[in-house]
Antibody, heavy 119, light 106 residues
Framework: QITLKESGPTLVKPTQTLSLTCSFSGLSLSTTTVGVGWIRQPPGKALEWLALIYWDDDERYNPSLKNRLSFTKDFSKNQMVLTMTNMDPAETGTYYC???????????WGQGMQVAVSS | DIQMTQSPSTLSASVGDRVTITCRASQSLSHWVAWYQQKPGKAPTLLIYKASIVHSGVPSRFSGSGSGTEFSLTISSLQPDDVATYYCQQYNSYFPFGGGTKVEIK
């Protein structure tokens, strides 16, 4: 059974950098043909796609956020870290990571974690 | 950027009704569209991918169709458990979501 879990700070100050970790079990990132996606959702609003990285290091970013996002992979820990710079209070919400194999959409999702951006 | 426009934003129907949600893309996507269901306080779950392929374990009352720029999700017989918000997503080269459709029971 594949499980994903997001972790990181629940509160960051405006202009600070947010680093979120997605930890996997039930598969190995180093041997699995997948993409790992990040999605967020402000309270009461729609899903917003942030970024996705494939196993072959093909990286895709939301064009409006591209300059603020980066990935770090740690295959030995089966983890992936998304970093977002210059956070704004309007980016408060729930942040999800998901497994998104090529051509099939995002099949498995983490439970999501709440992140507040406030001084 | 490719924009995904969903309609309606809210839908109220009776149990047993046939319900259809539409998603229009600003550019042709071939068939690279997925549909998700999200219940309050929960992560989304995949219903349909490649426009019309039903994901494993999804009830047969859910179906998808379309290609190019117009896609639809249909629930053939609405059930109380289907109360949720539904999102389309394109995954051609980028992966934006539509604005969502909230489905309620009348």
């Amino acid at each position: 059974q594949i499980t994903l879990k997001e972790s990181g700070p629940t509160l960051v100050k405006p202009t600070q950098t947010l680093s979120l970790t997605c930890s996997f079990s039930g598969l190995s990132l180093s041997t699995t043909t997948v993409g790992v996606g990040w999605i967020r959702q402000p309270p009461g609003k729609a899903l917003e796609w942030l970024a996705l990285i494939y196993w072959d290091d093909d990286e895709r970013y939301n064009p409006s956020l591209k300059n603020r996002l980066s990935f770090t992979k740690d295959f030995s820990k089966n983890q992936m870290v998304l970093t977002m710079t210059n956070m704004d209070p309007a980016e408060t919400g729930t942040y999800y990571c998901a497994l998104c194999p090529p051509f099939t959409g995002c099949e498995d999702w983490g439970q999501g974690m709440q992140v507040a951006v406030s001084s | 950027d490719i924009q995904m426009t969903q309609s309606p934003s809210t839908l109220s129907a009776s149990v047993g009704d046939r319900v259809t949600i539409t998603c229009r893309a600003s550019q042709s996507l071939s068939h690279w569209v997925a549909w998700y269901q999200q219940k309050p306080g929960k992560a989304p779950t995949l219903l349909i991918y490649k426009a019309s392929i039903v994901h494993s374990g999804v009830p047969s009352r859910f179906s998808g169709s379309g290609s190019g720029t117009e896609f639809s999700l249909t629930i053939s017989s609405l059930q109380p458990d289907d109360v949720a918000t539904y999102y389309c997503q394109q995954y051609n080269s980028y992966f934006p979501f539509g604005g969502g459709t909230k489905v309620e029971i009348k």
